[in-house]
């Protein structure tokens, strides 16, 4: 049996309502706010034939964990979990324009949801992320998403380096990023399919992880910090593939 979550906040919400309605369980509006964009999001709700409860905005600061709610949440059933097994799938289905995103070791929720939402906006086939020692979909990340987690498959998988190599068998070029790494993001083509690998904060990507990768790249860094926050980086490189991609 699927597992409820809470999703809080208007493109959260929207999103849900939008791509994935059938997962919808029960709506939460506070009665403390009645202005046209929450209103709005409610008719939708009740078309749906879905009954929504007014609340106070203290319980829904108690749904939230006290998140920016920003007036509604909903409980939902969980999406089915992708793992490694539905990599092949996504392969085929994207073809040559397979673009993944793996990230090696993030642990900030707030990242993980700032990078999905990129994603989203990047057109990217999937994000792969290791099972341990990462960030998960909660509801912070999807708050942070934006929506972009009920959009953009999330695959969690238990050996991230042999995933590696199975997008390698998909005919998938795997790239990592790596501050001593000789190439520029901007010297690479990513014309074909391709798995952008980002590592955790501070640390990098881990040791086997970075051995799996066909190639590295760097992002050049021209003033007196040495490396910027995952999420920028990861906005960097997936908007050269953008780039090149549509040109």
Not at 157 to 173: G, H, I, K, S
Not at 183 to 200: E, F, L, N, R
Not at 213 to 222: A, G, N, R
Request: proline share 4%.
């Amino acid at each position: 049996m699927s597992k409820k979550i809470t999703i809080f906040g208007m493109h959260s919400v929207r999103a849900i309502l939008e791509q994935h309605p059938e997962r919808l369980v029960e709506v939460f509006a506070t009665r403390e706010r009645q202005d046209k964009p929450l209103q709005d999001l409610v008719s939708q709700a009740q078309r749906l034939g879905l009954r929504v409860q007014f609340v106070p905005k203290a319980t829904l600061d108690k749904k939230a964990d006290n998140g920016n709610h920003q007036g509604i949440a909903i409980t939902a059933l969980e999406a089915p979990q992708l793992t490694e097994n539905d990599l092949d799938a996504l392969c085929a289905k994207a073809g040559k324009a397979a673009l993944f995103l793996v990230l090696d070791g993030v642990t900030d929720p707030h990242n993980l949801g700032a990078c999905l939402r990129t994603a989203d906006a990047a057109g990217v086939t999937a994000v792969i992320a290791p099972k341990d020692k990462s960030a998960s979909l909660n509801p912070t990340v999807r708050k942070v998403a934006s929506g972009a987690a009920e959009t953009v498959p999330f695959v969690q998988v238990t050996n991230l380096a042999r995933t590696l190599r199975q997008l390698q068998e998909n005919q998938v070029w795997v790239i990592g990023t790596a501050g001593e790494a000789n190439d520029s993001v901007y010297q690479v083509d990513y014309t074909g399919p391709v798995a952008i690998v980002m590592g955790a904060e501070g640390d990098g990507m881990r040791r086997l992880t970075r051995e799996t990768c066909d190639q590295l790249i760097k992002i050049p860094l021209l003033g007196s910090v040495s490396s910027l926050n995952v999420s920028v980086a990861t906005g960097v490189c997936l908007y050269e593939v953008v780039r090149q991609r549509h040109v």
